[in-house]
Each structure stands twice: as C-alpha cells, then as structure tokens.
C-alpha cells in the first residue's frame, strides 16, 4: 500500500481562549527580582483547564499577545504550555535577569480529538 492515509474516527475539536496575567495575579513574581538576585530565573505558572475535555492529548498553541515590561532593563520573557492533559495544561512564562515583568497577555489554542 502507498499513500494510505488514516483517519480518526473522532471528531477534532478545536477550543481558545486568551489570559490576562498581572501583578494583581495571585503568586505573580515576575515584576521585582528580590535584592542581589537580578540574574536569576523567575517563573510564573498558571492552571489553564479546557471547558470540556479532549478524548487524548490536544496540541496546545501558547502565544504572548502583549506585555508591560519596565524600560529600564531588556525584555526578556519567555511563554510555554507544559504538562497537558486532556483536561488542561500549565502556562509557564519565564523571565531572568533585571526584566521587570509587569503584565502579560496570552492567547492559546487546543487541537485534538
């Protein structure tokens, strides 16, 4: 056989939605590096559950929309979906050095059966 493809019997779903993070978020350590541990990594993470579960594990998309970053120091931040399940994942947005993080926005799509 060449060329043959199969398919799932089950239907794809397709859900999205954006986040909204801040310094008013519970837990956010993003925006002031503690004193005389400017170079070290900071992360932030955030449960991100699907308003229905996947049948397996979607590809999930994660992608920063926007941020307030302090001028005085480079941006620097990083987003990442980790740890997905059929019922969610965890956010993870890292940043390191002096960057100041202030907020940031995030748009993320799950494909999957």
Known sequence: MIG??????????VLSSN???NVQTEGWNLA????????EIRQFTVYVGF?????????VQ???SGFDIDQRDSARLMVKAENITEFGFQAT?????G???YAAELNWIAIGP
Not at 4 to 13: A, D, E, H, I
Not at 32 to 39: D, F, I, T, V, Y
Request: glycine share 4%; with cysteine.
């Open 4 to 13: 043959r493809m199969y398919s799932s019997s089950l239907p794809w779903k």
């Open 19 to 21: 986040l909204s993070l």
């Open 32 to 39: 002031c590096p503690e004193e005389g541990a400017e170079a």
């Open 51 to 59: 308003d229905t579960p996947f049948f397996e594990v979607p590809v």
């Open 62 to 64: 994660l992608g920063l």
């Open 93 to 97: 947005l890292t940043t390191w050095a």
């Open 99 to 101: 960057s100041r993080v």
